[in-house]
Nanobody, 120 residues
């Protein structure tokens, strides 16, 4: 089993920054892809930023240049630095890992979500 716990959400004003962090734990054997998703009320859950095991990153067009995804293998964390936040970035942000454990096959794992609200 893989556990993901997000932190760092909150209420900020437009133009400000936030850093989200996701702590991973469990009997992880391999991680293929990790990402941050977000879901606003009444909307689908979208991939905001992703990173492969090889370090290749991809971003939602609307956040490219403002958000940066990174991993810290020593700390087993996945971070999302969000700069110049806009009201349309308001959503619940979820951490995701496409991984397998020493006992189970490949699966998607999700954190519980953290609220980001951008409002003046």
């Amino acid at each position: 089993q893989v556990q993901l716990v997000e932190s760092g959400g909150g209420l900020v004003q437009p133009g400000e920054s936030l850093r989200l962090s996701c702590a991973l734990s469990g009997n992880i054997a391999s991680i293929y892809h990790m990402g941050w998703y977000r879901q606003a009320p009444g909307k689908q859950r979208d991939l905001v930023a992703g990173i492969t095991s090889g370090g290749r990153t991809n971003y939602l067009a609307s956040v490219r240049g403002r958000f940066t995804i990174s991993t810290d293998n020593a700390k087993n964390t996945l971070d999302l630095q969000m700069n110049d936040l806009k009201p349309e970035d308001t959503a619940v942000y979820y951490c995701n890992a496409d991984a397998n454990t020493v006992t189970t096959g490949r699966a998607d794992y999700w954190g519980q979500g953290t609220q980001v609200t951008v409002s003046s």
